[in-house]
């Protein structure tokens, strides 16, 4: 367990390939529903976070600013029964949290996380 940014994120490794499979299951769900403009945008800002991180670059703070898809999905899918969007949403809750504190890898790995960050 990774504290607030969940199961699958212990690491800027774990962020790189977390990003990825995100990005992949954002582009299959919008495959089925392709007029979701929230989809578009998470597509949008997971590709730019792509481009920020590439080469183990960080994102500058205002660019982290910028990124709202975790609040958005979770405003938006609260209450959904659609299976595949409750989990991309928690997915893409936990990426805007790591993206939003930008940790160390022994913060992110540590359980106990949200106590002091």
Same mark, same amino acid.
């Given at each position: 367990m990774a504290g607030v940014f969940g199961d699958r994120i212990n690491s800027r490794a774990d962020f790189q390939r977390e990003l990825g499979d995100? #990005?992949?299951? $954002?582009?299959?769900?919008?495959?089925?529903?392709?007029? !979701?403009?929230?989809?578009?945008?998470?597509l949008r800002q997971l590709e730019a976070l792509q481009t920020w991180t590439i080469n183990n670059q960080a994102p500058t703070p205002e660019d982290r #600013?910028?990124? $709202?898809?975790?609040?958005?999905?979770?405003?938006?899918? !609260?209450?959904t029964?659609?299976?595949?969007?409750?989990?991309l949403r928690r997915r893409i809750?936990?990426?805007n949290n790591y993206v939003k504190y930008w940790p160390q890898d022994d913060v992110a790995a540590d359980p106990n996380n949200l106590a002091y960050l």
């Amino acid at each position: 367990m990774a504290g607030v940014f969940g199961d699958r994120i212990n690491s800027r490794a774990d962020f790189q390939r977390e990003l990825g499979d995100a #990005k992949a299951l $954002t582009e299959q769900v919008l495959q089925r529903l392709p007029h !979701e403009r929230l989809l578009q945008s998470v597509l949008r800002q997971l590709e730019a976070l792509q481009t920020w991180t590439i080469n183990n670059q960080a994102p500058t703070p205002e660019d982290r #600013k910028r990124i $709202t898809m975790g609040i958005q999905m979770y405003r938006e899918y !609260e209450t959904t029964d659609d299976d595949e969007l409750y989990a991309l949403r928690r997915r893409i809750g936990s990426l805007n949290n790591y993206v939003k504190y930008w940790p160390q890898d022994d913060v992110a790995a540590d359980p106990n996380n949200l106590a002091y960050l």
